[in-house]
Antibody
């Protein structure tokens, strides 16, 4: 059974930094694309970033470019999201997900809440 | 990277069919057959219901179906059931390994 468990969320001041982690099990982690998506309170889903299986290429939404960095450690079956220069509009539940079906994010974690106070 | 456009809400009685539209552009929905649909209950993670426009993953009921015409994709729920009351999001591949979600639709079972 595929399991994704996010951690690292919490309360941070505007301008601060936070590092989210996602521990994966039940999949061949090193063979899978991984992604982060987020959902602001009462709002819709937003894709944030994804990373190739070998970690050599990453992609992210314009609103986080230059501030967020997605990375992975295949030896630890772990995905990360380093978030710097946080703003109030980054407040959201952050989900990690993986695609065992090409281009279809079919496994999701339970999410971790990031709150940025101004 | 603008969000795909979905109706804010749709509703139907048990047993009826409802359809949710998802309108994008030729750079996303219209340009690729990688349209997915997710069901989300309050406080829960999204669940994949349709991928590649019209394919159902294992575990998704066959009353859920998908289609696409031009820049608009659609999710149809046939034989609406009480447990189908949830939020639904479309998502499309938009090239260069980026994705875009829809604005979300709340389905209400009357």
């Amino acid at each position: 059974e595929v399991e994704l468990v996010e951690s690292g969320g919490g309360l941070v001041q505007s301008g601060g930094s936070l590092r989210l982690s996602c521990a994966a099990s039940g999949i061949t982690f090193s063979s899978r694309w991984m992604s982060w998506a987020r959902q602001a309170p009462g709002k819709g889903l937003e894709w944030v970033a994804n990373i190739k299986p070998d970690g050599t290429e990453t992609y992210c939404v314009d609103s986080v470019k230059g501030r967020f960095t997605i990375s992975r450690d295949n030896a630890k079956n772990s995905l990360y999201l380093q978030m710097n220069s946080l703003r109030a509009d980054d407040t959201a539940v952050y989900y990690c997900s993986t695609a065992t079906i090409p281009a279809a994010w079919n496994h999701w974690g339970q999410g971790t809440l990031v709150t940025v106070s101004s | 990277q603008s969000a795909l456009t979905q109706p804010r809400s749709v509703s139907g009685s048990p047993g009826q069919s409802v359809a949710i539209s998802c309108t994008g552009t030729s750079s996303d929905v219209g340009g690729y057959n990688h349209v997915t649909w997710y069901q989300q209950y309050p406080g829960k993670a999204p669940k994949l219901m349709i991928y590649d426009v019209n394919k159902r993953p294992s575990g998704a009921p066959d009353r859920f179906s998908g289609s696409k015409s031009g820049n608009t994709a659609s999710l149809t729920i046939s034989g609406l059931q009480a447990e189908d009351e949830a939020d639904y999001y479309c998502c499309s591949y938009a090239g260069s390994d980026i994705y875009v979600f829809g604005t979300g639709t709340k389905v209400t079972v009357l």
